[in-house]
């Protein structure tokens, strides 16, 4: 007897807490959030939404989930009220040693994801595409990656297939106002662009259960140094070069020749039709060849 | 129908939230109602909190409540575009506890107030707008509320409302007659940002104390007043003005707030300040005269919404009147809940709870005080005299001799083309408002 298809399971709706304001203790580096500066952003509110369509479609259940403090329960409520069937907030503790209230690292906030998607039984996975706080964006790819799913990022539109449970076509954006169209079967990692979803008005009598509905609290512990934070405060710059001047007894406009490279024989650009894969190697190499990888620090 | 509660008590501001407290720590059912994302989010005020109401209710609130700076400083300034004539009074009792006073921001005070009648059990729904009353007086009563949320209907044995100056509830149940604009002021300012220290050296302040300045005749010759306040690292400054003269006046608001921070007196207080908010708020300021019936059949009104601010002049008043009305009717409520009566007639405590404490004791006793301060002579011609009159008794100009106050006066009070007999009896009237 064939075993039978356990089904895709509930629709989990990972959202990102944030506070745009958390006041920090000068003096014992204390970090306070206030709820009323927090919040999900807007792609987090559209993937509630897609989240909540889906299952109406499919005829299953939603799963809010989110990483953080016990405020973070802020984005639970919400998602509770507009028809999630039950919320579950991941209690991120520091290992021994890390300074606490550091920011948990994406791997980690994906690896303990993945570990309530397979407690619930969810093998489809809804996300924002960008958080208040304009994170990496890391942690769907790092979900997929742990639940061994199928990615479809910063999607612009869902349709879902009525007859089978779990299998949709997405449409994300390309560059020139092209479209990339996906067909996805369950299990999939998918985030959504703010914006393509309104989330919908809560029923009132779902707003007033929402508040005294139970959040299931796991714990879960953050895998590896977090990063520092912020990793990276400006925007990314070619490493320097040692140019050498010209030639200061030449003419000037042997001088602007030199300096410009004009006339100097160099590389013509080159276009390739390659794979991902042979893509990403032909990158490298030619990264390489200019210098920009020095001691190989990039993966 | 979403929900079935006691009470539902509609708008989270300190006369809701003192209401929904009191019935929720009486074990009642209470869902209280916000249409701002959070409690206070839609609130604005123009001083000073009066915080006392709250012993009772919150023991020792002053070390938990969110205060910017209480206030030790209280100026009643008299201004014309180039004098001023201040009464500046100081104390350091009001720096201690039980304190007098305290500046607040209303989305941290409403906040923690609401906060604390969710802790009782109270339901806060928020991002809620109340739109219409289910049931009516007379016809079975009232019988919760309708709501703009999806399935929108919550009843309840008693409405509370607390929607504010233009409660839409107060007038479906016909508890309002026809406004008049008259009644009512237009409250704007500007919060402007400074450092703490700036703050504490320009109004001569210890860290955490707090002046505040109300100002007559800084308003380009509208009827109302001026007010300018000190938080932590921020000074509200702005003006309340009578509604149909600010229309009739064609001026906007902020530009009578732009011409009142130019004033010499007030530009070196608020320099530099950068400005981090702009609001605005209808005040109901007609007192006594324009007090609404207050209850009907299953349903009492509170706080804005009863037109329970008291603006008198030298008291200016509004949030302790709220908590003030919003506790007596949270207390009505419960009586009337355990007996089984709650129509009108079975409401009545309220008012006479009312009359009872400072709420409409304050607002008979300085019924008069709303005419006076509006009239014409005060806000127009004794700002200039009273200024002329000091300055005159002030000036030096031997050889000539000193004249008597009395002379000064009936030659000031010429030039300002104010009658002796009329000062007389303008003096008589405050007398018996103030006295």
Request: glycine residues 14%; neutral net charge.
């Amino acid at each position: 007897m064939a075993p039978t298809d356990p089904g895709p399971g509930p629709v989990l709706v990972a959202r990102k807490w944030v506070d745009r304001r958390p006041t920090v203790d000068l003096l014992t580096g204390e970090v306070s959030t206030d709820p009323r500066s927090s919040g999900a952003s807007e792609a987090d509110e559209a993937a509630l939404e897609w989240g909540l369509r889906l299952a109406g479609v499919w005829g299953v259940g939603v799963l809010a989930v989110t990483a953080g403090p016990p405020d973070a329960e802020a984005v639970l409520r919400p998602a509770l009220a507009a028809g999630a069937g039950g919320a579950v907030r991941i209690d991120l503790t520091s290992p021994p040693g890390h300074l606490a209230g550091g920011a948990p690292s994406s791997r980690a906030v994906a690896s303990a994801l993945a570990l309530v998607a397979r407690t619930a039984g969810s093998r489809m996975v809804l996300c924002g595409d960008l958080s208040l706080d304009r994170g990496s964006g890391a942690v769907p790819a790092f979900l997929a990656g742990e639940l061994g799913a199928a990615q479809g990022l910063g999607l612009v539109s869902l349709a879902p297939d009525p007859d089978r449970p779990g299998h949709l076509g997405a449409w994300r954006r390309l560059d020139g106002g092209r479209r990339e169209e996906l067909a996805l079967a369950p299990p999939w990692v998918c985030s959504v662009e703010g914006g393509t979803a309104r989330l919908r008005r809560a029923e009132l009598a779902g707003v007033l259960a929402a508040g005294r509905a139970p959040v299931e609290v796991v714990t879960a512990e953050t895998s590896g140094p977090a990063p520092p934070h912020p990793a990276r405060t400006g925007p990314g710059r070619p490493r320097t070069h040692l140019l050498t001047g010209p030639d200061p007894t030449a003419d000037a406009r042997h001088r602007i020749l030199a300096l410009t490279g004009a006339l100097v024989e160099r590389t013509p650009p080159l276009t390739l039709t390659l794979g991902p894969g042979e893509g990403a190697d032909r990158i490298l190499e030619a990264l390489r060849a200019w210098g920009e990888l020095p001691g190989e620090e990039f993966p | 129908m979403a929900e079935e509660f006691d009470v539902v008590v509609v708008g989270a501001g300190p006369a809701g939230s003192a209401a929904a407290l009191v019935l929720a720590r009486a074990g009642k059912s209470v869902c209280l109602l916000e249409r701002g994302p959070f409690p206070g989010s839609k609130n604005m005020y123009g001083g000073v909190i009066y915080p006392r109401i709250l012993d009772g209710l919150i023991p020792n609130w002053w070390e938990e409540a969110p205060v910017q700076r209480w206030v030790t400083r209280r100026a009643t300034m008299v201004l014309t575009g180039t004098q001023s004539l201040t009464v500046d009074y100081r104390t350091e009792a009001w720096g201690r506890p039980p304190y007098n006073g305290a500046t607040a921001y209303r989305p941290d005070f409403d906040a923690w107030l609401a906060g604390k009648a969710v802790e009782a059990g109270a339901v806060l729904a928020c991002e809620t707008t109340a739109t219409g009353l289910l049931g009516a007086p007379g016809k079975g009563g009232i019988r919760g509320v309708r709501t703009d949320r999806p399935g929108g209907e919550i009843g309840a044995r008693l409405v509370i409302a607390c929607d504010g100056v233009n409660s839409l509830l107060a007038k479906e149940a016909g508890i309002y007659g026809k406004a008049d604009p008259h009644h009512f002021t237009l409250g704007a300012k500007e919060t402007l940002a400074l450092p703490a220290r700036v703050i504490e050296e320009r109004f001569g302040l210890a860290e955490h104390e707090g002046a505040d300045f109300e100002i007559v005749g800084c308003t380009e010759g509208v009827a109302g007043g001026g007010f300018l306040y000190t938080n932590r690292e921020t000074v509200s400054v702005g003006v309340v003005l009578h509604l149909p003269e600010l229309a009739a006046s064609k001026k906007r608001p902020e530009e009578i707030i732009a011409s009142m921070k130019a004033n010499p007196v007030i530009a070196p207080l608020v320099a530099g300040g950068e400005l981090v908010e702009y609001s605005a708020h209808l005040i109901p300021e007609g007192g006594w005269v324009m007090l609404p019936g207050l209850v009907a059949d299953g349903m009492l009104v509170a706080g804005d919404a009863a037109a329970l601010c008291l603006a008198a002049g030298i008291w200016l008043e509004g949030v302790n009147f709220a908590i003030g009305s919003g506790m007596a009717a949270g207390e009505t409520a419960l009586e009337a809940l355990d007996s089984g009566n709650v129509s009108a007639p079975g409401l009545a405590g309220y008012r006479k709870r009312l009359e009872g404490n400072f709420v409409l004791a304050d607002h008979r006793k300085l019924r008069r005080a709303p005419h006076l301060m509006l009239s014409d002579r005060v806000q127009h011609r004794y700002p200039q005299m009273i200024c002329n009159l000091t300055e005159a008794m002030f000036t030096v100009t031997n050889p000539e001799p000193k004249k008597g106050i009395l002379a000064h006066t009936r030659i000031e009070a010429r030039r300002a083309g104010v009658r002796l007999g009329q000062l007389a009896r303008d003096t008589a009237s405050a007398l018996r408002t103030y006295g």
